[in-house]
């Protein structure tokens, strides 16, 4: 497998190429730290941008929806779709309202996904969409029961058109700027997990989920 | 003004529509509580999911771009989008895979972008993107020159097609799960903001920014 995507007409960065990235282990690493992307489809003619859980494997994005959702009804062809993960790292202020800017990691994956039928598929993407959240998690719960298998779509978009872009650092300003008594820097911001709150209803002796368990995604 | 939004049927919450939202209150609070947004645009069928940072008044949702961007060249006779905003507040961990899920709130906006081309319209609008990020900031920084105001495409989408979602609370589980002897609740996740970092270049006695300026978007 290739260590870089290729960059196609339709990944290319045009806007600030040289934070594009087409690194393989760079981008699942952006993917593997964010909860949720963005699901960009239309439907007659409307782009709507959905947030949804998703998961990976090395070949696909697999995403999950209601059988009943709008997208799930206009995946039965085949659907095009933008699949897009931000992480935000830290507000960038500068000297001119125009060099605003936001620290950031995102990926872009676009393509045409499909409907997943084939049951060993459809168990493997619940698992790695499961499991995109708290590894470990698949084998701890009740599997999906025929009902609930029933009810979900299941969808697969390859891991092919795939870029990223990454901005790090301080602002960039114009020369004439520097002179300018105003403060300029960034603001890191980052995601944190707060103690994990029991849902009153445990079964007595089951013990609290370990927090060091996701202590790799909320830094 | 009403009050809600009115729901149409492209802003409909089609699933789980317990969770749907339409009070303007409430929807702006999240707008104003985002960093950023992810806007759906189709280019030549192609649906992409871009991450932007975003303004807002009463009537509209502001976006900008670079001219020479893909979405600015596809707004010059308007640009059907999907505006989104998603708050992550916790990873609900159920007893069973089905029931797994997030706690967020979101904002979509969906409609007609229009490319603002009136000067008094596109300083108010890059005002209140910059001010989207930091309330006050616009009077602080130097305002756009000539040049720069060139290089910029700003783009008003009309806040009328506006539907949210809110999910809170512990997981939703069958009844005969609970008695699975497996850990579910819920891990609270939020955004929190670090000590401003200075660029290096400052003038010689330009204070640090407050903290205490963010402080209401990062609990």
Known sequence: MSERFSSTPRTRVVRLPDRASYDRQTLFAILDEAFLCHVAFSVNGQP???PMAFGRDDQHVYLHASAASRMARGA?????VGVTVTLLDGLVMARSAFHHSMNHRSVMVVG???????????????????????????????PPSEKELK???VL???LVE???????GPPGEEDEDYTL?????????RTIADQPEDDGRLVPG???LDERRIATRVR
Chains 1, 2 share one sequence.
């Not at 039965?76 to 095009?80: A, E, Q, V």
């Not at 795939?162 to 790090?168: A, E, L, M, N, P």
């Open 48 to 50: 709507y941008a959905v």
């Open 76 to 80: 039965i062809d085949g659907l095009d």
């Open 112 to 142: 045409r996904a499909r409907l997943v039928t084939d049951a060993t598929e459809r168990q493997h993407a619940l698992r790695r969409i499961v499991e995109h959240v708290l590894a470990g998690r698949w084998d701890e719960v009740r």
């Open 151 to 153: 009810a979900t779509a």
């Open 156 to 158: 697969a978009l390859p």
């Open 162 to 168: 795939v870029s990223g872009k990454i901005r790090t």
């Open 181 to 189: 008594p105003v403060w300029a820097g960034v603001i890191p911001l």
């Open 206 to 208: 089951v013990r609290r």
